[in-house]
């Protein structure tokens, strides 16, 4: 009898204990969800992880996954948000958990795990704002995948939420224009005729039919379009393109237009831009069918956006050139691609060619310098890499650059080492670079200011330091001085100065740095130029310069070709050039409008700049 009477104890304080431990961490959890509605995030992550690491199978397990998922979302750490939930255990596995976990997937380029997750949630009964989420990754993911009605199917049922209209609006706007062919375009606006993606279908497809020269066609949709009568944004934009299908020979072929400060503080920079496009006109004009350059100042009191209007509709120019300037270049992107005017910017703003198929980008961008460089130094058997770099917005962009390139093509990163902007004693990062705690002081007595200190071998074999000619002026002679030899040194375009090369050449004697335009090149094409050049202004060209006579002689050689009728066949034309090398290594563009570069190496010998490829 007082054996079963022990068992029965024995069994209340397990029960007990359980009860009280499932209280327990119901409670951490309570406590997690209320640090978050508090806005203090770290600690309820902290708060979540131990309920988790302590907690059995219980509901609120479950919640706590979906709630460490949902925090980590906001603050797009999807790495972090598949790393959590992919431990969650199979009985635990809501709705929420499956679609944080399956949006993680589709932003980290998983798409096809992630619409694995996320199709069978289009049934379950979601909040608001997590329904939104939903259609947003399912839209994403079809896009990613070539299924550009899919994406439309989706965006069109997030436009039965309660979401901003406006910005999903112009997310369709964006994917009717740049992703849909035209039997796609023809296509949607069937399926959503009625809607406001039909209407603004219909307005692409007449915009297309304009674009080539087909009045008629984009008569009979705009009219049909304002027939209906369905509200939605562009409107007005529909409006005025029905007026122009009245008109009557309405393009210009031999027009282009021409985009730069031509007045205020940045004038001197499109009066040299503008000298390498007249050069390339008039060499044009002496054999080809005569073509114009119609100016307009940027800098004028005038929004950029309407200049390129002005261009598009009133001088009916076939393209445009320019703009030159960062602050003016998205907006004309933008206004080029809702004319459908092909736009062959030189400014250098990121993300620019991402506009939309009508804008096009010739210029060096970093990933160009980079990738050039990273080629090179593997080629030359040299795959382990530091990054010394300023503490400036475009020295940390180009360093994160090196170290994505870098690594992607199998070389070795050691190490990334910064400098406050104004450093003039590089003493400290080189230390950290060669990996030495010393700090002892040189002895200038006994040394006589000449002799380095002795420091270990340097752990990698190339340094990029993407900074401009007066600091590695200085940067040079210290490496050097502290220990950094037989480290092949890469540099940016910035490097190129005549003055780097009189100052700090001896201490460059394993550089190599990149440059679009190199006036001693062994091209013919170059040297032509520099000759033409010469002789038209009596003075030496810059790359600036350079890069006008290359962007006008593309777009002018493109422009004669017999196939080349209308707007869209020079967008087209453009993005399959072949056998053509421009002064500053422009061979053609990518599918996206950006130039597609083969830069110069360039390095010094004997105090002298040499090209190395």
Request: with cysteine; glycine share 8%; charged share 25%.
């Amino acid at each position: 009898m007082k054996r079963f009477a022990f068992v029965f104890l024995l069994l209340f304080v397990l029960c007990l204990s359980q009860g009280l431990s499932s209280v327990a961490t119901a409670a951490g959890f309570e406590r997690g969800q209320e640090l978050y509605q508090l806005g203090r995030e770290d600690q309820a992550l902290a708060a979540l992880r131990d309920h988790i690491r302590s907690a059995p199978e219980t509901v609120e397990t479950a919640r706590a996954y979906a709630l460490i998922g949902r925090i980590l979302t906001e603050r797009q750490q999807y790495p972090e948000v598949i790393l959590y939930l992919q431990r969650a255990p199979a009985v635990l596995r809501s709705p929420d958990i499956e679609l944080l976990h399956g949006n993680a997937l589709v932003a980290t380029g998983k798409v096809a795990e992630g619409l694995v997750m996320l199709r069978p949630l289009i049934d379950e009964s979601f909040s608001p704002a997590d329904q939104e989420r939903l259609y947003q990754a399912l839209a994403g993911a079809n896009l990613t995948q070539n299924q550009p009605l899919f994406a439309l199917y989706y965006l069109h049922q997030e436009l039965t939420l309660n979401v901003d209209q406006q910005a999903v609006l112009k997310r369709v706007r964006q994917l009717l224009q740049n992703h849909l062919s035209d039997v796609d375009l023809a296509e949607a606006a069937f399926m959503w005729q009625g809607t406001e993606i039909g209407q603004d279908a219909r307005l692409q497809i007449a915009r297309r039919a304009l674009a080539r020269q087909n009045p008629e066609i984009a008569r009979q949709q705009l009219e049909n379009l304002l027939a209906i009568g369905i509200p939605f944004p562009y409107w007005q934009e529909a409006e005025e393109l029905l007026e122009r299908t009245q008109e009557d020979g309405w393009l210009n072929r031999n027009a282009v237009g021409v985009v730069l400060p031509l007045s205020g503080p940045y004038a001197s920079y499109g009066e040299i831009v503008k000298n390498g496009l007249e050069l390339a006109l008039k060499e044009h004009n002496k054999t080809r069918f005569p073509v114009r350059f119609i100016y307009r100042d940027s800098a004028d009191n005038v929004p950029v956006g309407r200049l390129i209007n002005g261009l598009a509709n009133e001088d009916r120019v076939i393209g445009i050139i320019g703009p030159l300037l960062s602050a003016d270049a998205m907006d004309a992107a933008r206004e080029a691609q809702r004319q459908m005017v092909p736009m062959l910017a030189l400014a250098q703003t990121e993300g620019l060619p991402q506009v939309g198929n009508f804008v096009f980008r010739d210029t060096v961008t970093a990933e160009q310098q980079v990738r050039t460089l990273v080629d090179y130094a593997l080629a030359n058997d040299r795959i382990s890499f530091s990054v010394l770099h300023p503490q400036t917005r475009s020295g940390q962009q180009m360093a994160q650059l090196f170290e994505k390139l870098a690594r992607r093509e199998g070389g070795e990163l050691i190490d990334i080492i910064s400098y406050p902007a104004g450093t003039t004693d590089f003493r400290g990062q080189i230390e950290q670079l060669l990996w030495s705690n010393r700090s002892r002081p040189i002895d200038e007595e006994k040394s006589g200011g000449l002799e380095p200190p002795e420091y270990p071998l340097s752990p990698f074999h190339a340094l990029f330091i993407p900074d401009f000619a007066d600091n590695i002026s200085l940067i040079a002679p210290q490496l050097m001085f502290y220990g950094i030899k037989d480290v092949l040194l890469l540099g940016i375009n910035g490097w190129y100065s005549p003055e780097l090369i009189h100052r700090a050449g001896r201490f460059l004697g394993d550089a190599a740095f990149v440059e679009a335009f190199y006036a001693d090149s062994r091209h013919p094409e170059v040297r032509r130029f520099v000759e033409l050049f010469r002789g038209v202004y009596s003075e030496e060209p810059s790359v600036l310069e350079a890069q006008a006579f290359d962007a006008a002689n593309l777009l002018l050689a493109t422009i004669d070709r017999p196939e080349v009728g209308n707007r869209d066949d020079l967008r087209k034309a453009l993005l399959h050039l072949e056998g053509i090398r421009g002064v500053t290594g422009t061979r053609g563009f990518d599918l996206e409008g950006e130039a597609i570069k083969e830069l110069n190496l360039l390095g010094v010998e004997r105090g002298r700049l040499i090209q190395k490829n």
